[in-house]
């Protein structure tokens, strides 16, 4: 069973960065899509961002576009997460999941994730 292990969040004003980092178990990893979700207080665990197996594409939630960008090092087996010009409401617990199937495409991530998560990496933005 594949682990997960997301690190790098943090406390950071309006307008800041952070670089999240996704480290993942298994011999398999280049051969799928790997994806971030979040999830606020209150809120149901939502879809960010996703990559596919070999990087060459990427998928977004219209909420972050333009603002975050994943990407992936398959000779390490993580992903990673570039949050720029964070906001207020970018403030969740942010998990990395891994799609089901082989070769699954970015896009259907969203639905098709491992039902399995870690503990995720807290981001807070100030205001």
């Known amino acids: ?3 997960l292990v997301e690190s ?3 406390l950071v004003q309006a307008g800041g960065s952070l670089r999240l980092s996704c480290a993942a178990s298994g011999r398999t990893f280049s051969s799928y ?6 999830q606020a207080p ?3 665990r939502e879809f960010v961002a996703a990559i596919s197996w070999s990087g060459s594409t990427t998928y977004y939630a219209d909420s972050v576009k333009d603002r975050f960008t994943i990407s992936r090092d398959n000779t390490k087996n993580t992903v990673y997460l570039q949050m720029n010009s964070l906001k207020p409401e970018d ?8 799609h089901s199937q082989p070769f699954g495409t970015p896009r259907s991530l969203a639905s098709n994730a491992l039902d399995a ?3 995720g990496t807290l981001v807070t933005v100030s205001s």
């Open 1 to 3: 069973q594949v682990q």
């Open 33 to 38: 899509a790997m994806g971030w979700f979040r």
């Open 42 to 44: 209150g809120k149901e």
């Open 8 to 10: 790098g969040g943090g």
């Open 117 to 119: 998560w870690g503990q």
């Open 91 to 98: 403030t969740a617990v942010y998990y990395c999941n891994r």
